[in-house]
T-cell receptor, first 111, second 115 residues
Framework: QKEVEQDPGPLSVPEGAIVSLNCTYSNSAFQYFMWYRQYSRKGPELLMYTYSSGNKEDGRFTAQVDKSSKYISLFIRDSQPSDSATYLCAMSAPYGQNFVFGPGTRLSVLP | EAGVAQSPRYKIIEKRQSVAFWCNPISGHATLYWYQQILGQGPKLLIQFQNNGVVDDSQLPKDRFSAERLKGVDSTLKIQPAKLEDSAVYLC?????????????FGEGSRLTVL
C-alpha cells in the first residue's frame, strides 16, 4: 500500500459544479495536511493548509480532514474553468519531517 | 516579490551524459528543497537544505546525484551519469521556516528528457 493515495482522475465537470477531491493515507503520524494546485508546466502552489482533524474554508474551497479514517478531502464550489489543474494532496508528520505528496488528480472544468 | 527561479527550463540529453540545474530561492528563505516529479506522480523530495547545511538527503541517489547550496542562497543539482529513468521535472522550492506552515514556494521546474 502506498503511503498516500489519491483518486486518479482525470475528472471532468461542467462549470458551476461542486468538485470533491480525495486522498487516503496510511501513516497515522501525519498531522499536517495540504492541498496544492499545479497548472500545466508550472510548479505547485499551496491552496489550503490544515493541522490535525477538522474543516477549513477559504472562499470556494473547503478542506476536510478525518484522521480517524485517514481520509482528507478538498471541495470546490461553483467550479470555474480557471480551476482546471492537477490537485496534489500532501501531508507530513510533526515539524521538520518530509512532506509526502499524492500522485495528483487532474481536473478539467468545462465552460 | 520575485519567485523561485530555475534554469534551464528544458534539457534533453543522452543517457550517461551529465546535466546541472540551478535554483535561486526567494530572498530570505532559509530552507531550500529539490523535488523530482515523474510524469503522473507527485513530487518526491530529493534533498532539503537549511541555509547551506543538508537536513535530509535520504532519497537522493548519491551514486549519480549531487547537490550543493553555496553561501546559503543559490543551489545546483547535478546528475552524472544520467539514466533513462531520470526523465522528470526537477522542482526547486523554498520556504521561510521549513515545513511548519506547509507553505513551500515552487519554481516552474526544469524538465529533463534522457534519451
Amino acid at each position: 500500500q502506498k503511503e498516500v493515495e489519491q483518486d486518479p482522475g482525470p475528472l471532468s465537470v461542467p462549470e458551476g459544479a461542486i468538485v470533491s477531491l480525495n486522498c487516503t493515507y496510511s501513516n497515522s503520524a501525519f498531522q499536517y495536511f495540504m492541498w496544492y494546485r499545479q497548472y500545466s508546466r508550472k510548479g505547485p502552489e499551496l491552496l489550503m493548509y490544515t493541522y490535525s482533524s477538522g474543516n477549513k474554508e477559504d472562499g470556494r474551497f473547503t478542506a476536510q480532514v478525518d484522521k480517524s479514517s485517514k481520509y482528507i478531502s478538498l471541495f470546490i464550489r461553483d467550479s470555474q474553468p480557471s480551476d482546471s489543474a492537477t490537485y496534489l494532496c500532501a501531508m507530513s508528520a510533526p515539524y521538520g519531517q518530509n512532506f509526502v505528496f499524492g500522485p495528483g488528480t487532474r481536473l478539467s472544468v468545462l465552460p | 516579490e520575485a519567485g523561485v527561479a530555475q534554469s534551464p527550463r528544458y534539457k534533453i540529453i543522452e543517457k550517461r551524459q551529465s546535466v546541472a540545474f540551478w535554483c535561486n530561492p526567494i530572498s530570505g528563505h532559509a530552507t531550500l528543497y529539490w523535488y523530482q516529479q515523474i510524469l503522473g506522480q507527485g513530487p518526491k523530495l530529493l534533498i532539503q537544505f537549511q541555509n547551506n547545511g543538508v537536513v535530509d538527503d535520504s532519497q537522493l541517489p548519491k551514486d549519480r546525484f549531487s547537490a550543493e547550496r553555496l553561501k546559503g542562497v543559490d543551489s545546483t543539482l547535478k546528475i552524472q551519469p544520467a539514466k533513462l529513468e531520470d526523465s522528470a521535472v526537477y522542482l526547486c522550492a523554498s520556504s521561510h521556516t521549513g515545513y511548519r506552515t506547509g507553505e513551500l514556494f515552487f519554481g516552474e521546474g526544469s524538465r529533463l528528457t534522457v534519451l
